[in-house]
């Protein structure tokens, strides 16, 4: 395991496959154009199998073009191509002019437009890594800032050449590292994260290669291909493209079956099954669990193609990102509560909208933020069991067992949606039970949540809306009282690890409660422009900001902590 802080050396991990031609994703890359035509025919079979009549499938079609229509009228993106609006107008005009005379011909120009969108969005998911943009990616990430940690931990322009700190004194990684290594060597990887930032891409690639590992593919927005920084940074990282505007089916079954046939090429893989950033500031607890069941349905076809002999397994880990502070905290949370409840399209209007704000939260982030650590939980396979060394999965009692009869029924391996949807479901469950399980408390997540609860209780009688319209200069807390709470409910998070239900931090140990407490406050949102939590000139505790204290105090929310103050 990499050593925390409090060690005196972290530790660095040899590469698993040190040669690049050995990892998975490079051969998927020279064999882009054909993987993507693979895509592209078994997308198009699914398809058909879904919508098995001409009818239904020229429907589907016509729901597809109006709202792609829509799509580009009312929601473009920079990053759109641009021919998209021609191109969706030659599909309306295709349709229109659909031979109705001959039920052959209509099902043939059926099939060639569902061809063509298919292999439209197959082209635009796909990624196109590269070995030499992700060395060049991988130096800046950890050459330019920690050079830019020295420097701000040195106080002096002279430490940017000065080497004495790396990202690893930054970027404290932790859990189960020896276990991934070795399943990675013998399986293919799902990692699982929770998402708070548009950092979170860039922090995992970062815990990857540290351990080792070889580069992962993974789901990013469309929309962050926007900024040429982060287009550069997902396609050097192993990005493949998501667009969260197209909810049509032909679009998500494409984006499925691309997950799909990656995961049976071995190809480990990256999904945020939160699907987007938390809002709220709480871990996630309902997910998507769409590029989850790609992975159960990749398993089952390994299984198949092994005809009885050993098929690659896949394993899931789940893994938590544990910030102290987040810079687009504003306005995740005001866009939570705001939208709360309605379905919307999915819009990018928050801090991350330039290179250069970028790169001005990546310096203040690396140069001047508190910690953060990554906590990397045990790996299960797709049904929930742990693993062993071996990769081979056990029941509750320890006992090795074949996960092929999940998929067999009368002896024979079969397709079954509804149970396969069904093993999904549990295994998002239990993802959820492993995030809240490996989720570290640290001293700011600790003194935002009894801050917040403290006023939440003075005024019983308001509802949370009318709560933040109470005047900052009446939101005070009393020093002792704070303290006092603080105090009881460390003791109970420290229990809580002891439980087994969640990971305490080791800062949260201190034994000098007046220094743990500032430490805390003083991490809560350290470079919002309204502090969600400060001392005033009297020593007591106040907010500048209720709502965004609300985003810090959800990082705690689920454990029921709320009962003990």
């Not at 054909?34 to 079979?45: G, K």
């Not at 950092?199 to 929309?223: C, E, K, R």
């Not at 667009?243 to 799909?260: F, Q, V």
């Given at each position: 395991m990499i050593?925390?802080?409090?060690?005196?050396?972290?530790?660095?991990?040899?590469?698993?496959?040190?040669?690049?031609?050995?990892?998975?994703?490079?051969?998927?890359?020279?064999?882009?154009?054909?993987?993507?035509?693979?895509?592209?025919?078994?997308?198009?079979?699914?398809?058909?199998q879904l919508r098995g009549s001409t009818e239904l499938l020229k429907e589907e079609l016509e729901i597809t073009m109006f709202k792609e229509r829509l799509r580009v009228k009312e929601n473009p993106w920079k990053v759109d191509p641009e021919d998209e609006s021609l191109f969706w107008s030659n599909v309306k005009k295709?349709?229109?002019?659909?031979?109705?005379?001959?039920?052959?011909?209509?099902e043939r120009e059926t099939h060639d437009i569902l061809k063509e969108i298919i292999s439209r969005y197959a082209n635009e998911i796909a990624g196109n890594f590269k070995p030499s943009h992700y060395s060049m990616a991988r130096t800046i990430v950890t050459f330019g800032f920690g050079r830019l940690f020295n420097a701000a931990k040195l106080g002096s322009f002279k430490g940017l050449f000065k080497g004495k700190l790396t990202l690893q004194d930054k970027i404290h990684i932790e859990g189960e590292t020896e276990q991934l290594r070795n399943l990675a060597k013998i399986g293919t990887i799902v990692m699982v994260p929770t998402h708070f930032s548009n950092?979170?891409?860039?922090?995992?690639?970062?815990?990857?290669?540290?351990?080792?590992?070889?580069?992962?593919?993974?789901?990013?927005?469309?929309?962050l291909f926007n900024i040429a920084l982060f287009a550069y940074f997902?396609?050097?990282?192993?990005?493949?493209?998501?667009?969260?505007?197209?909810?049509?089916?032909?679009?998500?079954?494409?984006?499925?079956?691309?997950?799909?046939?990656?995961?049976q090429n071995g190809i480990h893989s990256l999904f945020f099954p939160g699907g987007t950033r938390s809002r709220s500031g709480k871990l996630e607890s309902h997910l998507k669990?769409?590029?989850?069941?790609?992975?159960?349905d990749a398993q089952r076809l390994n299984y198949l193609k092994a005809n009885g002999g050993k098929a690659d397994k896949i394993f899931i880990v789940p893994v938590v990102l544990n910030y102290n502070f987040v810079l687009e905290a504003v306005h995740l949370i005001s866009d939570y509560l705001e939208k709360k409840g309605q379905e919307r399209y999915y819009t990018e209007s928050d801090q991350f909208s330039s290179s250069y704000k970028i790169l001005s939260f990546l310096t203040k982030f690396f140069t001047r933020g508190a910690d953060m650590s990554v906590s990397i939980g045990a790996a299960m396979d797709l049904f929930g069991n742990s693993v062993d060394a071996s990769g081979n999965s056990l029941d509750k009692s320890g006992n090795i067992i074949d996960i092929k009869d999940y998929f067999t029924s009368n002896d024979i391996i079969t397709e079954n949606v509804q149970r396969d949807g069904e093993y999904t479901r549990m295994l998002g469950e239990k993802i959820v039970t492993d995030f809240y399980r490996n989720a570290q408390c640290s001293p700011s997540h600790l003194a935002a949540?009894?801050?917040?609860?403290?006023?939440?209780?003075?005024?019983?009688?308001?509802?949370?809306?009318?709560?933040?319209?109470?005047p900052t200069e009446d939101l005070e807390i009393e020093y002792d009282e704070f303290a006092r709470i603080y105090a009881k409910l460390r003791d109970i998070v420290i229990e809580y690890e002891v439980l087994?239900?969640?990971?305490?931090?080791?800062?949260?140990?201190?034994?000098?409660?007046?220094?743990?407490?500032?430490?805390?406050?003083?991490?809560?949102?350290?470079?919002?422009?309204?502090?969600?939590?400060?001392?005033?000139?009297?020593?007591?505790?106040?907010?500048?900001?209720?709502?965004?204290?609300?985003?810090?105090r959800n990082r705690l929310d689920g454990y029921g902590f709320e009962k003990y103050i």
């Open positions: 050593e925390s802080k409090y060690d005196t050396k972290a530790k660095t991990y040899d590469p698993i496959l040190p040669a690049p031609k050995e990892w998975p994703v490079v051969r998927l890359g020279k064999n882009r154009k054909e993987f993507v035509e693979e895509v592209v025919n078994a997308s198009f079979s699914k398809i058909l295709n349709l229109l002019h659909l031979s109705s005379d001959n039920e052959a011909d209509v950092l979170d891409s860039i922090t995992i690639g970062f815990v990857i290669h540290s351990l080792g590992l070889p580069p992962f593919i993974y789901g990013a927005g469309l929309n997902m396609n050097s990282l192993g990005a493949y493209k998501v667009d969260r505007r197209k909810k049509n089916m032909i679009y998500l079954e494409t984006l499925k079956m691309y997950s799909d046939l990656a995961l669990l769409g590029l989850l069941s790609t992975a159960m949540f009894v801050g917040f609860e403290l006023i939440r209780k003075k005024n019983t009688k308001l509802d949370l809306y009318s709560l933040f319209r109470i087994g239900k969640i990971k305490v931090n080791q800062a949260l140990r201190v034994n000098n409660l007046e220094m743990l407490i500032r430490s805390g406050v003083n991490s809560v949102g350290t470079f919002h422009a309204q502090r969600p939590l400060l001392f005033n000139k009297e020593g007591n505790i106040i907010t500048n900001d209720l709502k965004t204290l609300y985003y810090y």
